[in-house]
């Protein structure tokens, strides 16, 4: 026995690295976009991964050679993805940063090209970049490469025990297996130790590993004690020979800061020889509290505010608070600081923000009260300089694209009105509007004024003056009409009798509404609650076998997650909710929501970061991704991660919108955080850089977007496609984007609809072939749930226009003097011209035509119940209310006696007036309500409460009864 009382060998300081989780996520590396060294890449053998696979020669010494970044060094598990189609094994050296870690590796036959297996190995890598090469050893080369598959284990603490302080015991070094210098062997009394200085990042309960080995029959058990604290009692027995080593774990409560881990022997054997402890910081699930009382400290200023709040609690430790305004970050101050200035801001604005308690494993709190504000006018009166260079960049029969040049400005300029003949249609954020509605081949002039926060408005620009074209653009959207009135319409599954499903975002009910815009509620989804935010009841889909089985799937907020549900529609209501996908982290904003299910029958999931942006590249996580599931909720067939089997692709921040084009590929919308938002082509097991990346960026590790907008142009939720024409709604930006596909982009995009029904939030094609568009105004922070406020609308596609055209003039040209009272020198009783019309809207049941001096407003002529089978009238209709040979079509003019009962054409006396001619389509055969006695203007009033859809047709005339 040696007893070496009180004797202090050594103290170590052991520094633990920031909270991880347990391990990150694999990171997948494509053979194709590796380093190539005699092969190349094929595509010609099904079942690989990515765009293509690496057919090495058949030489020695043939290589692909991966480039790996690891955030931090340590033990990586390496997965190689392979087909050998050979019955001879492929051999093949594995080196990591130029050593071979595997010698000859074997990679035997899989069966078939077209049969692909793993195979996996460890090795060390070092933090940052990493050359993984596979190198092969025989003649006939390496095996198919499809991808690696990279897994960095987090990073452990080891404390040697021969470092520690040592009381009662001796460091030895004559039993071999021991890492380090050596190991303590116990003195063989009771009370022998070693105790170790461990520092903890954050408070917790750690894992301690002891690598010990008893080379003897008998327990040489310890307590172990953190800190003084109660002891555990430990068994450490027999290994079986002193070179035998093994682990046994304890769980120790540690604080934040350096701790004292002590192994007491408790019999007189004393303690097993003892070689080293280590430490794994411990997962931490638990989300701070939310911080209280947010609010603002004195006066609000134009461009900055003060702001406070009371501290959150954590079970670690608060690391930062976030504030946010709306979803995007503006401040990040550290988790000791409670107070805050935001500058930057934008005078004579509103905000609503909110702040969040992050810790330092990355969870989020709840989020704090919302505090909104309007910060007030500067005393900027300079405005800024005229936009320059107006132009029209897209013409067609019913819209004109127009784009300028920036406006400068002594602060900054804020947006921009475009005004049409006079009249603003648009107000923008950018350099883009698309006016929309228009009549073919007519002349329109534009303008456009810039603007600054504090209302200071630029003289317009010169006005252009552009001709629409006669040849319809097919994918342009025109609206239609107006379907209904909802509070916040998120989600829409049509059924198969035409009417849709609509899912209520804060009600939370679900409302079948006809294609005639009739509501019925048919069931309200109990389990949802609202975030005061974004979350609530959003996203619907119709099973694909909808027909037999009736299921209707939902994606909600419910009390502790995000999640999707389905239930039965049966008799028009909705059924139970059966769970299908749960988990799904939630927070006041980014819970994306929408659901669809894709070609392949398969139900696809957008999924935001819940304002935690480590989620998106977390592959144990649900947030931050697109899932594809099958229709129960499992992991579908094909999916790109074993280990994370719902998961379809990663990187994202809020995804949003989704829809298929004809070639079957994914396209997806994606809300930014302050600066660009996104439209990508999604693809299995890709990797889109939230949150390294947003928007474009350089990093060849991640996939960078199609189209990028600023986020106050798009702000993008809803896509659609039709016929190869992407849809996009705009939810800050107040406009629907249109772009055509072509090859793997798209064209120029436009935007439709400037601001006409705000912000816009679902687009989705209709079972007749048009669009239905929602918007979700007051949509920010919980909604207005008792106010219905909120439009569905109906667009229709531009084809041939409804055009009212005559072979007798032009649109907008001069009317011959044959149908004006110049033919006989007497106003009245004039000859109609010839008219003839086209492409009248669905449901037309008649026409009806009026005949009006734009001058004064004179209204002159009409003529109704035009039977829906027509499409002209000929040349001098006759004279009479019902109109001969035109049955049962009637007329009245705005005279009196017989002057009354025929076309009564132009007359201005001299001076030049434009008239009209509107045609308009009816839905219905028979006008109500007119007789003989009615005056024109009463006809008028009559049509227009029966209007479906309406042209126009002008011309000039001066003509005179002198």
């Known amino acids: 026995m040696r007893v070496l009382a009180g004797a202090l060998v050594a103290a170590l300081l052991m520094s633990v690295a920031a909270a991880v989780p347990a391990s990150a996520a694999p990171t997948r590396h494509e053979a194709e976009n590796a380093t190539i060294s005699q092969g190349l890449v094929e595509s010609n053998h099904a079942g690989y991964s990515g765009t293509g696979f690496v057919n090495g020669d058949n030489v020695a010494g043939s290589y692909t050679e991966f480039t790996v970044n690891a955030a931090a060094a340590g033990q990586a598990e390496i997965v190689i993805r392979y087909a050998n189609g050979t019955a001879v094994n492929r051999a093949a050296d594995i080196a990591v940063n130029g050593t071979v870690v595997s010698a000859a590796r074997a990679f035997n036959g899989t069966g078939a090209w077209s049969t692909w297996a793993n195979s996996t190995l460890t090795a060390p890598v070092t933090a940052g970049a990493n050359k993984i090469r596979i190198t092969s050893t025989t003649a006939n080369g390496n095996p198919n490469l499809d991808y690696v598959d990279v897994e960095v284990a987090a990073p452990s603490s080891d404390l040697q025990a021969e470092d520690a302080t040592i009381v009662q015991g001796v460091v030895e070094s004559n039993h071999p297996g021991f890492t380090g210098t050596g190991f303590v062997n116990y003195d063989n009394v009771v009370g022998s130790y070693v105790e170790f200085t461990v520092n903890a990042p954050t408070a917790g309960n750690y894992e301690v590993k002891f690598r010990f080995a008893n080379g003897t029959a008998a327990d040489r058990a310890m307590a172990i004690t953190a800190n003084g604290g109660a002891a555990q009692n430990v068994s450490f027995p027999g290994t079986g020979a002193w070179t035998t080593w093994v682990e046994k774990s304890v769980t120790a409560s540690l604080i934040a800061g350096a701790n004292k881990i002590r192994a007491t022997a408790t019999t007189v054997n004393g303690g097993p020889n003892l070689d080293r402890i280590s430490t794994t910081v411990p997962p931490d699930p638990e989300p701070p509290t939310a911080p209280g009382n947010f609010r603002i400290v004195g006066e609000v200023r134009p461009s900055a505010v003060d702001l406070a709040w009371d501290a959150s609690t954590d079970n670690v430790g608060v690391s930062s608070y976030v504030i946010y305004n709306g ?392 896509l659609e496609i039709v016929n190869d024409w992407i849809y996009m709604a705009a939810v800050r930006g107040s406009r629907l984007w249109v772009m055509k596909i072509t090859g793997n982009t798209t064209d120029t995009p436009r935007a439709f609809f400037n601001g006409n029904w705000g912000r816009l939030r679902t687009v989705v094609k209709t079972p007749d072939g048009g669009l239905w568009l929602t918007s979700t105004n007051n949509d920010k922070n919980g909604g207005t749930p008792t106010t219905i406020d909120n439009d569905i609308v109906r667009l229709k596609f531009a084809g041939p226009p409804f055009a009212l055209t005559s072979t007798a003039f032009a649109n907008n040209g001069n009317i011959p003097a044959r149908f004006t009272c110049a033919q006989d020198g007497v106003s009245g009783n004039d000859i109609s011209p010839q008219l003839a019309w086209s492409t009248p809207p669905a449901g037309t049941q008649s026409y009806a035509i009026t005949f009006i001096d734009t001058a004064n407003g004179g209204k002159h002529w009409a003529i109704w119940d035009i039977p829906a089978a027509k499409s002209s009238l000929p040349e001098g209709l006759g004279l009479g209310y019902e109109v001969p040979s035109q049955a049962p079509a009637k007329q009245k003019a705005m005279s009196s006696g017989n002057k009354a009962l025929q076309y009564f054409g132009p007359c201005p006396g001299g001076s030049t007036h434009k008239y009209e001619f509107t045609l308009y389509a009816l839905d219905t055969a028979t006008l109500p309500g007119v007789t003989s006695g009615s005056s024109v203007a009463a006809v008028e009033t009559a049509i227009l409460a029966r209007d479906l859809a309406s042209t126009k047709l002008a011309g000039n005339s001066n003509a005179s009864t002198r």
Not at 333 to 350: M, R, S
Not at 402 to 425: H, I, P
Not at 698 to 703: E, H
Request: proline share 6%; charged share 15%.
């Open 327 to 718: 979803g995007n970050v503006i401040k990040t101050v550290g988790g000791n600081q409670t107070t805050a200035t935001v500058t930057g801001l934008t005078p004579n604005t509103g905000y609503v923000l909110s702040v969040l308690a992050y810790d330092a494993a990355g969870n989020g709190s709840p989020a704090s009260n919302n505090v909104p504000f309007t910060t007030p006018p500067s005393d900027d009166h300079q405005a800024p300089t005229v936009p320059g260079n107006l132009r029209a960049t897209n013409v067609a029969a019913t819209s004109i694209t127009l784009a300028w040049d920036a406006s400068t400005d002594n602060v900054e300029v804020t947006g921009y009105n475009v005004y049409r003949d006079g009249t603003k249609f648009a107000t923008v954020p950018d350099l883009t509007a698309t006016a929309d509605g228009l009549t073919q081949n007519t002349q329109y002039s534009f303008q456009v004024e810039a603007f600054d926060a504090n209302g200071n408005i630029s003289a317009k620009s010169a006005a252009l003056s552009v001709r629409t074209s006669t040849q319809a653009t097919g994918g342009d959207p025109v609206f239609d009409r107006d379907v209904t009135k909802l509070d916040l319409p998120w989600g829409i599954a049509f059924l198969p009798d035409g009417s849709a499903l609509v899912a209520e975002r804060d009600r939370f009910e679900i409302v079948r509404v006809t294609a005639a815009g009739q509501k019925t509620v048919v069931g309200k989804v109990t389990e949802a609650v609202g975030t005061v935010g974004e979350g609530g009841l959003l996203g619907l889909a119709l099973s694909p076998n909808f027909a037999t089985d009736h299921y209707v799937y939902a994606y909600h907020t419910a009390s502790g997650d995000n999640r999707v549900v389905r239930f039965k529609y049966e008799n028009n209501a909705i059924g139970a909710r059966e769970p299908v996908v749960t988990g799904i982290s939630k927070a006041k904003f980014h819970n994306g929501g929408r659901i669809k299910f894709g070609p392949d029958g398969m139900l696809y999931i957008t999924t935001g970061d819940a304002q935690t942006s480590s989620r998106a590249q977390d592959l144990n996580s649900l947030n931050g991704k697109i899932l594809r599931v099958t229709p129960t909720g499992a992991g579908a067939p094909g999916n790109p991660f074993p280990n994370a089997p719902r998961v379809y692709s990663l990187g994202h921040r809020n995804p949003q919108g989704i829809a298929w084009d004809s070639q079957g590929r994914l396209w997806e919308s994606e809300f930014g955080d302050g600066t660009w938002d996104e439209l990508n082509i999604i693809q299995a097991g890709k990797n889109y850089g939230w949150p390294t990346c947003e928007g474009t960026c350089s990093d060849s590790r991640y996939v960078n977007p199609v189209r990028t907008w600023s986020v106050s142009s798009a702000s993008p939720s809803g």
